[in-house]
């Protein structure tokens, strides 16, 4: 018998079709992975071919050279100058579209995505992230910074080289909006954040767990919309992405590293997305919301019934995926990471 | 200067990025469409192969023999039989995955879209909707029901033989709850349908109207999320799918046909989904809700900012797509339809 799950926060349902249940393995795309070169002579985010991309933002060094770099996005989905003023004109609401669009280059390899790479640079990742954020955070145009990476075609990448992005918009998101919401619903009846009681019950559960650091918690949603959804959350109750610490960042980049192995091993290397959700700057101290970072592989299509009803059909019972993950061995020693 | 607009029902903002912006033409893929044969041999749904399926439930004849069919779906989503019970066990709520999933076999033949139909034949795929749609909502398990269509490996299908799905719900989805407090929020304040409102509005002002038909209107949306998206209202007020008239029924049929072919011959048969949004059935009568058919070309890629904040970026100004579609010819004869 199928089950329906609700999602605790979003109150969303979705259907959990054991009748229709897949192995999680027999998700992984076999593919012909041609192995991406070291270098390409066309990316504009490849070291040495600086001078294609638009002039740099931000970088941060190891071994005496740029390991991070931030640019602005050349085909920018927002205008970074201007004033954002909203218009209203008989029924319709538009505001001009001014806020920002990073990219953030990850490496100066064109073949080392995250899974590859040592903590210690994904680390540098996190800084950058960090950094970019705060900074933002302080433009009084902004009212919402998401930070996302896309990881292959399915995902929406158009460029191979690993890098994430980062877009500031002058509103909140409806669903934004939304989440917190139903948090301070929550919050109002029970006095507690209700991402910090979930992950409470979940850590003494333990079926859906995947990673638990000292910092941070990875697993899978028990309401999970489509399969290997996977959060991260920080263990600590924090509603705002920039106010994570310096030990914090060191702890999640090796949770990020080992979770994005365990995909890309795991699930020969999926096309994924991530991004950031967190509280907006201007709500940065507030006791009813958790920023986490929601991991998405893109294994199934979205079709007509969930474009419909905004309803989830998930083939793969959520405690299998947490299993399974749990499972799969990374290679302690990895060719690409030491070549490097 | 890119543009945000805000949807006015859902309060839902987008990006229209003109900075990266395409004609609507550039957007059709090119690609070697194989044409399908007639017949296949292995299809469950052609006519012939009848006993491959599960026993029908219903069908609607022409000329003597089915001409559209309804089977309940092999791999169906819900558990036909049963009781839905809500379990409640401490923070997680639950339901027995109890409901109706429905395939509507739109035709006898393998390779006829709904673009390449008579609107006759299109007409018997509505009454078939409204049949079960209708018989469905008398079930006092169900809550909610979706009827929408899968067509082209992007939008999900896995078949390729015409056909569309139907999938009855023991909840309502959030969604659906949440376009109805906006709708209900709008009627308390200003007295009127805020669908009806628009409707008024767009067909005064005419820049996004594609087809106006005596009864429906087909037009691009002003804060169109993806390219092309493109709704059919019923111009008469109404909330709920099943109060549609005969004459509606016939009247929808020549607009569904006609739209589908405009995408099918303007932008080389691009995959879609469509989905009919209606009120529950318990809500029937209400005065602020108005059902309609959202058509969605899977032209572009959902990736991690859309997923991370539930905002899009449109890269085809609705204007334009509008216009576009208005002046795609539709070839008078269609072979294929001749043919049948």
Redesign the interface.
Known sequence: ??????N?V????V??????AKRPEQLSVKRDIKPLPEYSENCPFCAGNEAQAPPEIMHIDHDGRWQIRVVPNK?????RE?E?TRKIE?????????GIHDVIVEGRQHNLTTALLPEAHVANILRAYKMRYNEISQDPRIQ?V?????HG?????SLEHPH??L?A???I????R?RFHEALRHYDEYGECVFC??NA?ELSEGSRIVISSPHFLAMEQ?ASPTPFVTHIYPKRHMASFGDIREEEVVDLAGVMKSLLAKLYHGLENPDF?????TAPAENAGVKYYHWYI?V?PRLT?????E?????F?NVVLPEAAAEFLRNVKVPESQPAAAGK
Do not use: C, D
């Open positions: 018998m199928p089950e329906l799950r609700q605790r979003t109150k969303e349902w259907i959990i079709a054991t009748e229709r085909f920018s989905a927002l205008a201007g954002p008989r029924s319709r609401r538009t505001m001009n579209g001014v919402q998401i930070i996302f990476k896309n075609g399915t995902a929406g990448a994430s992005q877009i918009i002058p509103v998101s409806h669903q934004v939304e009681e979930l019950e028990f997305n991530y991004a950031i959700r929601s998405i299509k979205v079709a007509g019934f474009l419909g009803s905004g309803m059909i």
